[in-house]
T-cell receptor
Framework: GAVVSQHPSRVICKSGTSVKIECRSL??????MFWYRQFPKQSLMLMAT?????????EQGVEKDKFLINHASLTLSTLTVTSAHPEDSSFYIC?????????????FGQGTRLTVV | AQKITQTQPGMFVQEKEAVTLDCTYD???????LFWYKQPSSGEMIFLIY??????QNATEGRYSLNFQKARKSANLVISASQLGDSAMYFC???????????FGKGTTLSVSS
């Protein structure tokens, strides 16, 4: 099946620094990728939809200047957490779909556990 | 607005028994898809099963089956012959329009004991 690779899997950074997370579709082209955030033992909350070659669409309440999304190619989307603070510590996970039919599953990356100290 | 509801925060089952994880949904779109994912402690999301709103038969994938009751807007996951490796968090999700992101329920933590 299709594979989505996310890197890094874990990152610890100092408060005030920026962190970049990469999401790659390895064997298919993904015109759209999705970024989710998950707090411990909670659900996945959609942060933004990343569209290749255009601006990302952010969900209500998500600061677009804090969570910068770039989808420069059909196989790569990046999420940059700018000026990270401890409250940004969370599990971030991306997904991509291979095709636009309703019944195509979303393939997920392995997730990135971000800890801001 | 679309919504997924999972009312069971935790479920406990013994090995080899069957277990049903509940999921109800709400959407006004006539075309939608329902998904179940498994998330072990590692965090990866593992696709289990899919049911389309127009599918006449309940979906099955090995030990997983989806009890789809459209009129009641429910899409329960049935796991037969539970195994220790089934212990994980399970999410029900919906896509109400082709191309959009999945909307997830709060999840159910399944614990399988020997």
């Amino acid at each position: 099946g299709a594979v989505v690779s996310q890197h890094p899997s874990r990152v610890i950074c100092k408060s005030g620094t920026s962190v970049k997370i990469e999401c790659r579709s390895l064997d298919f082209q993904a015109t759209t990728m999705f970024w989710y955030r998950q707090f411990p033992k909670q659900s996945l909350m959609l942060m933004a939809t990343s569209n290749e070659g255009s601006k990302a669409t952010y969900e209500q309440g998500v600061e677009k200047d804090k969570f910068l999304i770039n989808h420069a190619s059909l196989t790569l989307s990046t999420l940059t957490v700018t000026s990270a603070h401890p409250e940004d510590s969370s599990f971030y996970i991306c997904s991509a779909r291979d095709g636009r039919q309703m019944n195509t599953e979303a393939f997920f990356g392995q997730g990135t556990r971000l800890t801001v100290v | 607005a679309q919504k997924i509801t999972q009312t069971q925060p935790g479920m406990f089952v013994q090995e080899k028994e069957a277990v049903t994880l509940d999921c109800t949904y709400d959407t006004s779109d006539p075309s939608y898809g329902l998904f179940w994912y498994k998330q072990p402690s590692s965090g990866e999301m593992i696709f289990l099963i899919y049911q389309g709103s127009y599918d006449q038969q309940n979906a099955t994938e090995g030990r997983y089956s989806l009890n789809f009751q459209k009129a009641r807007k429910s899409a329960n996951l049935v796991i037969s012959a539970s195994q220790l490796g089934d212990s994980a968090m399970y999410f029900c999700a919906m896509r109400a329009e082709a191309g959009t992101a999945l909307i997830f329920g709060k999840g159910t933590t399944l614990s399988v004991s020997s």
